[in-house]
T-cell receptor, first 116, second 111 residues
Framework: EAGVAQSPRYKIIEKRQSVAFWCNPI?????LYWYQQILGQGPKLLIQFQNNGVVDDSQLPKDRFSAERLKGVDSTLKIQPAKLEDSAVYLC??????????????FGPGTRLLVL | DQQVKQNSPSLSVQEGRISILNCDYT??????FLWYKKYPAEGPTFLISISSIKDKNEDGRFTVFLNKSAKHLSLHIVPSQPGDSAVYFCAASAHAGKSTFGDGTTLTVKP
């Protein structure tokens, strides 16, 4: 079974430029997540999709970040314009809801973004 | 307000000994807890989980203990192996909702 795919793996941009990340979840996983992980911290949820609908985007900085999952499969996360503090690893994950409401997430390798 | 806390940023143990990683939480609505393991340049991978209806779950060398009254859980690795060296994240969720992660503990197992 193929895992969660993400691209690109690394990206270096200058502040005020725009950038986009792509994620393809595990086949059949209805739930997709985007996380931001700053060095030394745990992953912080940016947005959660259930199929192509948004479940939670309460921590997404909507003035500069946007995400879509148009066909309920793959997803893109965009930052425009980027700031220095956006330098982080952006993780995509997908999941099924299991027994007793358990939710095990499967993560992609992440995209490491450096904003100069 | 950080709802999931891993107070030890790092832990070093000798190969063959027990590793104990700790995690505290503040939200009493959390009912499902997970541990993830992360190697450099990779995404976190699921290790073991526990529901709030249990106080222990075991999978091979890995055991997770949950103390609901203390809002505390721990991950025990016995015996520890050099390949266990990684960052370990504790995560918690409520009613199959989003997971909240701690900041991780870096485990180093010395040969």
């Amino acid at each position: 079974e193929a895992g969660v795919a993400q691209s690109p793996r690394y990206k270096i941009i200058e502040k005020r430029q725009s950038v986009a990340f792509w994620c393809n979840p595990i086949s059949g996983h209805a739930t997709l997540y985007w996380y931001q992980q700053i060095l030394g911290q745990g992953p912080k949820l940016l947005i959660q999709f259930q199929n192509n609908g948004v479940v939670d985007d309460s921590q997404l900085p909507k003035d500069r970040f946007s995400a879509e999952r148009l066909k309920g499969v793959d997803s893109t996360l965009k930052i425009q314009p980027a700031k220095l503090e956006d330098s982080a690893v952006y993780l995509c994950a997908s999941s099924l809801v299991g027994l007793a409401g358990s939710v095990t997430q499967y993560f992609g390798p992440g995209t490491r973004l450096l904003v100069l | 307000d950080q709802q999931v806390k891993q107070n030890s940023p790092s832990l070093s143990v000798q190969e063959g000994r027990i590793s104990i990683l700790n995690c505290d939480y503040t939200n009493s609505m959390f009912d499902y807890f997970l541990w993830y393991k992360k190697y450099p340049a990779e995404g976190p991978t699921f290790l073991i989980s526990i529901s709030s209806i249990k106080d222990k779950n075991e999978d091979g060398r890995f055991t997770v203990f949950l103390n609901k009254s203390a809002k505390h859980l721990s991950l025990h690795i016995v015996p520890s192996q050099p390949g266990d060296s990684a960052v370990y994240f504790c995560a918690a969720s409520a009613h199959a909702g989003k997971s909240t992660f701690g900041d991780g503990t870096t485990l180093t197992v010395k040969p």
